[in-house]
């Protein structure tokens, strides 16, 4: 969250004005046009044209390296491609304004960060009311296990916390992003480091969810790979 905000107020004060596009109804087509990223003498994606349809579940996979966080990178607006052009629903995205593009498109890493608070405010920050909170949790599969510790919900979290496991935090972190729900779903590798139970969970989730949603997931496992709508590699 600090990396991306980091980045909208660096792009704030380097862009030129740009005429946004009036448009709220995205279905998350996602097309990226022979995009050029990152070192132009050696590139992360080099001439890089993919195509994501909505509703649906992409899973991009290949060796470490070969450019698979860069994309989520460049959907999050965190860096900026030479050449190419990105399209969300055939609009441009760099057209998108600011508000619009954080509802619209959410992303969780393997190493998920956290404000110093409790584990119930991190996730009202995005929730409706605790009631859904606690619906989502029970959902993954985390609730329990949450309720089992001293505080419960009440318990903090932090990036340093030893108190709470690494596979429950990474389940609170995907229980923030499916909280937020927005149209655009992205999951840079933390799926595969879930424990066995907690991974099948998810997983249908994301099948339930992917008739109105488009989900990304970075992934070389095989279980992940078979629930793929489409595999880029």
Do not use: W
């Amino acid at each position: 969250s600090l990396q991306r905000l980091n980045k909208l107020i660096e792009y704030r004060n380097v862009d030129k004005p740009c005429d946004f596009v009036d448009k709220k109804d995205y279905q998350g087509r996602i097309k990226f046009e022979n995009v050029l990223y990152g070192d132009k003498k050696d590139p992360i994606l080099n001439d890089v044209s993919l195509l994501v349809n909505p509703n649906s579940i992409a899973v991009i996979t290949g060796p470490t390296g070969s450019g698979k966080t860069g994309v989520l990178d460049l959907l999050m607006k965190m860096n900026r491609k030479h050449k190419g052009n990105i399209f969300i629903d055939d609009v441009p995205y760099e057209k998108i304004d600011d508000n619009t593009f954080y509802n619209l498109i959410s992303l969780v890493r393997k190493e998920p960060n956290f404000f110093d608070l409790s584990i119930k405010d991190n996730l009202m920050l995005v929730a409706g009311n605790f009631k859904e909170v606690r619906k989502v949790c029970q959902n993954i599969g985390i609730d329990d296990e949450i309720m089992s510790l001293k505080d419960g919900y009440d318990t903090e979290i932090n990036n340093s916390s030893a108190k709470i496991s690494l596979n429950l935090k990474r389940g609170i972190a995907i229980a923030r992003v499916l909280l937020k729900n927005s149209k655009i779903l992205m999951f840079d590798e933390i799926i595969d480091t879930l424990e066995d139970e907690l991974q099948d969970n998810v997983l249908q989730i994301l099948e339930d969810l992917k008739k109105d949603h488009t989900i990304i997931i970075i992934s070389r496992e095989e279980k992940i790979l078979n629930i793929a709508d489409k595999i880029i590699r």
